[in-house]
């Protein structure tokens, strides 16, 4: 049975006709619109991250974390064309109104212009941080585009050159729109803003209380969709550039907020962390989640004495693969503290996952936790998508102490060593704070050149940090940076230290992990799936390393 194995990613639509998916399981998926059937798959060779249909019809074009756009023939699903080119992740592929031409995005900074027959017309360079989104005019002569540098900017086609950059502040934008002269962006600030091109005219709007992952225009440019993490979907009606709240959509914990299309005039479709995508029928104010079956990517673990804890993409807590609680929402983190097993993901929640006790509803997703003892008491400290970092005394029941904002953007990962937290950002920014007081005792700004994914104590007084820049840092007990190239190819997403403080494990979205001896400074690399690796552990119980896949498997590796 044709279906999704791992979160999608990316949707877009066709006339009422046919749906398109895009996976984290590297699969591409054309559904028929009206029983919701998989008709066809085809696959990139890593992550795909987006996909859209040309306006023919014809054409599906779709991007990849492979470094690669490809472009398919509808409804066969055949591979007409691969588009190479960046050295890095490619985020988005967008055909022209006209047919003709395909641009893409890139982590690599760029934005590269082709014909359909893959002849390269133009690489435009400009912004210096990776390109998140970029979509044409109605036209087909001027991109715009947005990314990690705050910045969006608007780019002339035929005369190979950048017409105009837009500042906000640097606060990111994730997704943009062009339309009738106008721009339309969402930031991570959960503000819409309309920008006129010629006049500079603008409209904010406070949209949402997390930031806006993504926005889309149906098909008459009328009306405008934005989604957020915030688990709110709206709809606004646009006129001369200005924005009115139309509808306001409580989503549920089973959709993926970066991935929306518009079906017609009245339906919306959704990508979901499930097997298949979910609707939403604005006329009836209902929700369509028919053949959303849980998926079982795990994203983390936690382990007691033989005992290896899971969670992931279903909210299935597993004891040695076993399932012994549901909690009904994605989960990034578990983490057990004193007979209390938390977890917490995208839905801002945290669980005490064997009681199934909500301990708090957050206003923006979660993403790591760790566990600490001081004078007797036990803590819990979680990390959130939006910067801050909570703090639950766990002695008895969870009970919330702290909220601290720590850095601008999403904490990725938190480690603990001889008192100090290190809270690891996004952005690549590396904070570090004594405990119990929390007061700040060193910040090292885009520490990480992209985006940083994962860190970890070592020995005694220092820790490490891993990003999608492949390089590994190591950090002193003055909190000063050693950087390490890595043997990887693609981003790293986690790391973790031997308890003899000897070694370090790096796990790769594709499925590598590389150990690095600091006695001898060498490098062993090792395949372990072909999946990404989500987390990575010492586990000292069994004294070696302890690996999970977005597969849904766990793999000891000695």
């Given at each position: 049975?044709?279906?999704?194995?791992?979160?999608?990613?990316?949707?877009?639509?066709?006339?009422?006709?046919?749906?398109?998916?895009?996976?984290?399981?590297?699969?591409?998926?054309?559904?028929?619109?009206?029983?919701?059937?998989?008709?066809?798959?085809?696959?990139?060779?890593?992550?795909?991250?987006?996909?859209?249909?040309?306006?023919?019809?014809?054409?599906?074009?779709?991007?990849?974390?492979?470094?690669?756009?490809?472009?398919?023939?509808?409804?066969?699903?055949?591979?007409?064309?691969?588009?190479?080119?960046?050295?890095?992740?490619?985020?988005?592929?967008?055909?022209?109104?006209?047919?003709?031409?395909?641009?893409t995005a890139s982590q690599d900074n760029k934005i590269r212009v082709y014909e359909l027959d893959g002849t390269l017309i133009n690489t435009f360079e400009g912004h210096s941080d990776s390109v998140d989104t970029v979509n044409w005019s109605t036209d087909g002569k001027t991109l715009v585009s947005?990314?990690?540098?705050?910045?969006?900017?608007?780019?002339?086609?035929?005369?190979?050159?950048?017409?105009?950059?837009?500042?906000?502040?640097?606060?990111?934008?994730?997704?943009?729109?062009?339309?009738?002269?106008?721009?339309?962006?969402?930031?991570?600030?959960?503000?819409?803003?309309?920008?006129?091109?010629?006049?500079?005219?603008?409209?904010?709007?406070?949209?949402?209380?997390?930031?806006?992952?993504?926005?889309?225009?149906?098909?008459?440019?009328?009306?405008?969709?934005?989604?957020?993490?915030?688990?709110?979907?709206?709809?606004?009606?646009?006129?001369?550039?200005?924005?009115?709240?139309?509808?306001?959509?409580?989503?549920?914990?089973?959709?993926?907020?970066?991935?929306?299309?518009?079906?017609?005039?009245?339906?919306?479709?959704?990508?979901?962390?499930?097997?298949?995508?979910?609707?939403?029928?604005?006329?009836?104010?209902?929700?369509?989640?028919?053949?959303?079956a849980p998926t079982h990517g795990i994203n983390d673990l936690d382990f007691e004495d033989n005992k290896v804890f899971s969670i992931g993409d279903s909210g299935q807590l597993k004891k040695n693969g076993e399932i012994i609680s549901?909690?009904?929402?994605?989960?990034?983190?578990?983490?057990?503290?004193?007979?209390?097993?938390?977890?917490?993901?995208?839905?801002?929640?945290?669980?005490?996952?064997?009681?199934?006790?909500?301990?708090?509803?957050?206003?923006?997703?979660?993403?790591?936790?760790?566990?600490?003892?001081?004078?007797?008491?036990?803590?819990?400290?979680?990390?959130?998508?939006?910067?801050?970092?909570?703090?639950?005394?766990?002695?008895?029941?969870?009970?919330?102490?702290?909220?601290?904002?720590?850095?601008?953007?999403?904490?990725?990962?938190?480690?603990?060593?001889?008192?100090?937290?290190?809270?690891?950002?996004?952005?690549?920014?590396?904070?570090?704070?004594?405990?119990?007081?929390?007061?700040?005792?060193?910040?090292?700004?885009?520490?990480?050149?992209?985006?940083?994914?994962?860190?970890?104590?070592?020995?005694?007084?220092?820790?490490?940090?891993?990003?999608?820049?492949?390089?590994?840092?190591?950090?002193?007990?003055?909190?000063?940076?050693?950087?390490?190239?890595?043997?990887?190819?693609?981003?790293?997403?986690?790391?973790?230290?031997?308890?003899?403080?000897?070694?370090?494990?790096?796990?790769?979205?594709?499925?590598?992990?590389?150990?690095?001896?600091?006695?001898?400074?060498?490098?062993?690399?090792?395949?372990?799936?072909?999946?990404?690796?989500?987390?990575?552990?010492?586990?000292?119980?069994?004294?070696?390393?302890?690996?999970?896949?977005?597969?849904?498997?766990?793999?000891?590796?000695?």
């Amino acid at each position: 049975m044709i279906a999704h194995k791992s979160p999608i990613s990316g949707i877009s639509s066709f006339e009422e006709k046919y749906i398109a998916t895009a996976g984290y399981d590297n699969q591409i998926i054309l559904w028929s619109q009206d029983k919701k059937e998989a008709l066809q798959c085809s696959f990139h060779d890593h992550l795909t991250n987006h996909c859209s249909f040309s306006p023919c019809g014809n054409y599906l074009a779709t991007a990849s974390s492979d470094y690669t756009a490809r472009l398919w023939k509808i409804p066969e699903m055949q591979l007409v064309q691969v588009f190479s080119g960046h050295d890095d992740d490619v985020q988005m592929a967008v055909i022209s109104k006209t047919n003709d031409k395909l641009a893409t995005a890139s982590q690599d900074n760029k934005i590269r212009v082709y014909e359909l027959d893959g002849t390269l017309i133009n690489t435009f360079e400009g912004h210096s941080d990776s390109v998140d989104t970029v979509n044409w005019s109605t036209d087909g002569k001027t991109l715009v585009s947005s990314g990690g540098d705050g910045t969006i900017r608007v780019w002339g086609v035929d005369e190979k050159k950048l017409l105009e950059t837009l500042s906000f502040d640097g606060v990111q934008t994730d997704s943009v729109v062009i339309s009738n002269g106008y721009i339309y962006a969402g930031n991570d600030e959960g503000e819409l803003i309309s920008v006129h091109i010629d006049t500079a005219k603008m409209q904010r709007v406070k949209a949402h209380i997390a930031g806006v992952k993504v926005i889309q225009l149906n098909d008459d440019n009328t009306k405008l969709v934005s989604a957020s993490y915030d688990y709110t979907a709206k709809v606004w009606s646009l006129k001369d550039g200005n924005m009115s709240l139309t509808n306001d959509i409580k989503c549920p914990a089973e959709l993926w907020l970066r991935a929306v299309c518009w079906i017609n005039e009245t339906k919306i479709a959704f990508g979901t962390f499930g097997s298949s995508y979910a609707v939403y029928d604005l006329q009836k104010n209902e929700w369509n989640l028919d053949k959303v079956a849980p998926t079982h990517g795990i994203n983390d673990l936690d382990f007691e004495d033989n005992k290896v804890f899971s969670i992931g993409d279903s909210g299935q807590l597993k004891k040695n693969g076993e399932i012994i609680s549901e909690v009904g929402f994605l989960c990034n983190f578990v983490l057990k503290v004193n007979r209390k097993i938390l977890v917490g993901g995208l839905p801002g929640k945290i669980v005490e996952a064997v009681s199934g006790k909500v301990v708090l509803e957050y206003k923006s997703p979660l993403n790591c936790a760790v566990k600490y003892e001081n004078q007797g008491e036990l803590y819990a400290i979680v990390g959130s998508y939006t910067g801050e970092v909570l703090v639950f005394n766990m002695t008895n029941e969870p009970k919330l102490i702290k909220e601290i904002k720590v850095h601008a953007n999403a904490i990725k990962s938190l480690a603990i060593n001889s008192g100090v937290l290190f809270a690891l950002c996004a952005n690549g920014d590396c904070s570090f704070f004594d405990l119990p007081s929390f007061e700040l005792l060193s910040k090292t700004e885009s520490a990480h050149e992209q985006i940083a994914n994962g860190g970890d104590s070592l020995g005694k007084d220092s820790f490490v940090s891993v990003g999608r820049d492949k390089k590994l840092i190591i950090w002193n007990k003055e909190f000063n940076p050693t950087y390490y190239n890595t043997p990887m190819t693609h981003s790293i997403k986690c790391v973790a230290t031997s308890k003899d403080g000897k070694q370090i494990a790096c796990g790769g979205y594709n499925g590598l992990v590389s150990v690095y001896s600091i006695e001898s400074k060498e490098w062993e690399i090792k395949r372990i799936t072909n999946s990404g690796i989500s987390s990575i552990y010492y586990n000292e119980y069994s004294d070696n390393f302890v690996a999970s896949s977005y597969n849904g498997n766990v793999y000891n590796l000695n």
